[in-house]
């Protein structure tokens, strides 16, 4: 069993039993008041200049690849110095089992900055999807884990909801699926899910497929700004990376350079 198929089963256990009523959820949702563009974060911040990356800085404490390498991660101090080092987003992992994650880690992260916030998860029920609609500001859809008319129902739902949705695509056959629906928010994953391997020319090599009115996210393997600046040339200004920044001693200045490939020592505090 590949590690991909091991993550959706043990997040359909976690939810199979999970029901909320719409009336319950409506309620609740209703004192949302809060909300926040993700979408409109990335494309403002690449229009700050032309060597100016929008990434969304990751908070991850670990994968199935690398096991726990930031154990000790604090959702509030990681996103506070994230906004700080310039990030034009948060991501959250909020997987358990596999990535050390949680919706709780989502809501102290949000609640400490004023950035958009991502909850990255293996999305694959309605449930889910009002969850995330209670407390973030974009979801994770990945185009390997669904069939077309699930992608499109959840993201219609999201969108209903007020929510941003990155749809993640691997590959070609992903990328066909998605085609009919023409999602403005695409995220290419350069990791293979099922073996965990990466390749960092995929999000180069699949861009030619998306038009200039999506978005595209590069995401998986960015270790540096030389990774950024070669992807660049491809097009991409939007990036997600996690484990790099994750694992950092200085997180501010990681991001700083990640953004704008300039060390801004006088700044630090």
Do not use: W
């Amino acid at each position: 069993m590949n590690t991909l198929k091991k993550i959706i089963d043990s997040r359909r256990k976690d939810y199979e039993s999970k029901v909320i009523s719409e009336t319950e959820f409506r309620i609740r949702y209703r004192e949302r008041i809060n909300f926040r563009s993700f979408h409109a974060a990335l494309q403002n911040k690449v229009q700050l200049s032309p060597n100016t990356a929008a990434v969304i800085a990751e908070i991850k404490r670990g994968s199935p690849s690398k096991g726990l390498f930031a154990p000790d991660l604090d959702p509030v101090i990681c996103a506070t110095e994230y906004e700080k080092g310039g990030a034009a987003c948060l991501s959250v992992l909020t997987e358990p089992h596999y990535f050390s994650g949680s919706l709780d880690d989502l809501i102290m992260a949000r609640e400490s900055c004023q950035l958009p916030v991502l909850r990255k998860d293996f999305i694959i029920s309605e449930y889910q999807v009002y969850e995330t609609a209670l407390y973030a500001d974009c979801m994770l859809l990945i185009a390997r884990c669904l069939d077309a008319p699930q992608l499109k129902d959840l993201y219609d739902l999201a969108a209903e909801l007020r929510i941003d949705v990155l749809v993640e695509v691997f590959d070609e056959e992903d990328i066909r699926k998605i085609e009919p629906f023409h999602f403005p928010l695409i995220g290419i994953n350069n990791r293979n899910l099922a073996t965990m391997n990466v390749d960092t020319e995929s999000s180069r090599n699949f861009v030619r497929y998306f038009t200039s009115d999506q978005t595209i996210v590069a995401a998986s393997g960015i270790a540096s700004r030389a990774d950024i600046e070669t992807t660049m040339k491809s097009g991409i200004r939007s990036f997600l990376i996690g484990e790099s920044l994750s694992k950092s001693s200085d997180r501010v200045e990681t991001l700083r350079q990640f953004v704008t490939g300039t060390f801004q020592e006088n700044n630090r505090s």
